[in-house]
């Protein structure tokens, strides 16, 4: 894992675009972390846990339980199940707004997921299936900003960009990540990175990927189906980390939360 947190600094101390060189990227570029091989075994999703740390009174958000009647987002992963997605209008109002009416025009029905990395994220959203294709609601891009409040652990949903916030458009990723070391944390703060002890704990313990936090939108996480995200991010690719058979949104829902029991699904990394 420090080698990998060493290699996305690197890139960003290069003074290299993350989107550009070794990040979440509208391109159709390859990235190194592609080379990293990952193992699922599925005998570690049979129980779902939570970690020790106190997830929902945390100053980060992202693990804390919808209401009932908040708008969530049902996604049906074609041949692995349904991702059930929690949205954080107080975060990230723009994100959510453009998600959301896309998802009711019907927008991502049938896209694909072009780029998938093991232990870094799963993209998708784009209707030219490459990476280069996608708007928004409004026709163009917009920035959707960032809020400490909502990390990238793993299980986020953030928008993809070509630089900044400001140019979101319709393309997302979930993250998947993996844990965080004490000898990653320092190395990140060599180069200017810091994180509250509420996202360090929640990094060290869920996992995700720390250098993409304040470079992109994070506007929903994932609280039932992250297993299904953990699994699919296994798939074959190509060099360019586009799936070899294509892993097709068959439909992206908009529904109310209506309080039946949270299924948290946090990987046990073995």
């Known amino acids: 894992m420090l080698k990998k947190a060493a290699a996305a600094l ?14 979440v990227k509208d391109g159709s570029g390859s990235s190194q972390e592609s080379t990293v091989t990952h193992q699922i075994n599925i005998d570690r999703f049979a129980s779902i846990t939570k970690p020790s740390i106190d997830l929902e009174n945390s100053s980060v958000k992202n693990f804390t339980s919808p209401q009932k009647g908040d708008t969530v987002i049902i996604m049906n992963i074609k041949g692995y199940g349904e991702v059930k997605i929690r949205l954080f209008p107080e975060y ?5 707004e453009n998600f959301v009416e896309l998802a009711k025009k019907g927008y991502y029905d ?11 994220m799963i993209q998708g959203g784009d209707p030219l299936g490459n990476g280069t294709g996608g708007e928004s609601i409004w026709g163009e891009k917009f920035d959707g900003g960032t809020d400490p409040n909502v990390i990238h652990a793993a299980g986020a949903i953030a928008y993809a960009n070509s630089g900044s916030t400001a140019t979101n458009g319709s393309q997302f990723y979930i993250v998947t990540g993996t844990p965080v070391s004490q000898d990653d944390f320092a190395l990140y703060e060599q180069y200017g990175y810091t994180f509250s002890d509420d ?4 990094y060290s313990t869920v996992g995700g ?13 994932v609280y039932d189906g992250l297993d299904i995200i953990f699994t699919v991010q296994d ?4 060099a360019s980390d586009k799936p070899t058979e294509d892993l097709i949104m068959e439909s992206v829902k908009v529904a109310e939360y209506d309080g039946e ?3 948290w699904f946090l990987p046990d990394y073995k």
């Open 10 to 23: 690197i890139c960003t101390v290069a003074a290299a675009s993350l989107l550009t060189s070794c990040g």
């Open 110 to 120: 049938g896209l694909t997921f072009h780029r998938v990395i093991s232990d870094f």
């Open 92 to 96: 990230a109002a723009k994100g959510v």
């Open 261 to 263: 029991e949270l299924k």
């Open 199 to 202: 996202a360090k704990a929640i």
């Open 235 to 238: 798939v074959a690719t190509d």
């Open 209 to 221: 990927t720390p250098h993409l936090d304040g470079g992109y939108t994070v506007f929903g996480q």
